[in-house]
């Protein structure tokens, strides 16, 4: 076995994503989950700020202790309303928890056209995600995000979070994201995340770009 990456998450889906990645380079990925309310997040407006702020909390808590030589992974999401500031951002579970998807659409409810590609300008938006991993005081930052906008409906059916009212913009052959209107290969048709299958949307995936761009910078274990 390679050597080991504890990975800070009380979620399973995200640990499988990111065995898919890192197995294969030899790093053999597990969960490190601590009693709740052990990690405070600060108040900030940087995701990379709030999971370097989760690091630095959880490296006691590494099955070795501060000493390990195991590594330790954080990775941290959000979604940015352009015509919000870029709210809901470092609070979107906080308010995907408490106005919810509803709540969101009202708060645009001023941003109404008939032409679709006027609407997907006045309500863009971008998932964002930021992986950190800490390697014995060395740290790996990687960014990804997946530009697109509110829809003026709530689609549910798969996904979870803000997926019943986000809808990515398409993608060309290469997977690169492409501007409001256009058309690529690689397209939900206007519908939000919601309303397309689970591997429809693994391709636009802010998680998997930034775990890429964390991988791409790690040497072999
Ligand atoms: P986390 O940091 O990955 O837990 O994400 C924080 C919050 O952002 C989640 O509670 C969701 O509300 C929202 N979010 C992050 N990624 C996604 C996504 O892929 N789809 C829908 N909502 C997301």
């Known amino acids: 076995m390679g050597r080991k990456i504890w990975f800070l998450t009380g979620n399973l889906g995200k640990v499988e994503e990111a065995r898919e990645h890192l197995t294969p380079l030899g790093y053999d990925v597990n969960q490190l989950m601590v009693p709740k309310d052990t990690i405070i997040e600060p108040q900030s407006d940087s995701i990379t700020e709030v999971a370097m702020a989760k690091i630095e909390q959880a490296k006691s808590h590494l099955p070795g202790g501060n000493d390990s030589e195991d590594m330790l992974m954080i990775e941290d999401a959000g979604l940015f309303i352009d015509a919000l500031s870029g709210f809901p951002g470092v609070y979107s579970s906080y308010v995907h928890e408490t106005i919810g998807c509803d709540g969101i659409i009202k708060l645009l409810s001023h941003l109404i056209t008939e032409d679709s590609i006027r609407l997907a300008n006045l309500r863009s938006a971008?998932?964002?995600?930021?992986?950190?991993l800490w390697d014995n005081?060395?740290?790996?930052?990687g960014n990804g995000h997946c530009p697109g906008y509110i829809s003026t409906k709530i689609v549910e059916g798969n996904g979870f979070g803000y997926d019943p009212i986000f809808v990515p913009y398409d993608l060309d052959s290469d997977g690169v994201s492409l501007l409001a209107g256009e058309y690529g290969e690689v397209s939900t048709h206007g519908?939000?995340?919601?309303?397309?299958?689970?591997?429809i949307k693994k391709k636009f995936s802010h998680r998997s770009r930034a775990l890429n761009d964390l991988f791409n910078q790690l040497p072999s274990a």
């Open 191 to 199: 519908s939000p995340f919601g309303g397309v299958e689970v591997n």
């Open 137 to 141: 005081g060395k740290v790996y930052i």
């Open 126 to 132: 971008q998932f964002r995600a930021v992986a950190v």
